[in-house]
């Protein structure tokens, strides 16, 4: 979605909101401030996420053929 916040939808009231991007990675995830109940990162947000991730190990992959670690 946006470069710093991500669209999200509540498991148990099917409410929406916004959840800045740092909190996905934190280690107690956000929670719906309607219920408190555990949100889904909307599928735009989620496909970001996972493109962001395989170009992290891309990135690893080619400083480790640059210094020859195994």
């Not at 889904?40 to 640059?66: F, T």
Request: with cysteine.
């Amino acid at each position: 979605m946006g470069q710093y916040r991500d669209w999200a939808t509540c498991l148990d009231c099917l409410a929406r909101e916004q959840v800045k991007k740092k909190a996905w990675n934190r280690a107690s995830k956000p929670r719906c401030k309607a219920c408190g109940g555990i949100l889904e990162p909307s599928p735009k947000a989620r496909e970001e996420m996972m493109s962001h991730g395989d170009a992290q190990k891309e990135e690893q992959i080619r400083r480790d053929k640059k210094t020859n670690r195994s």
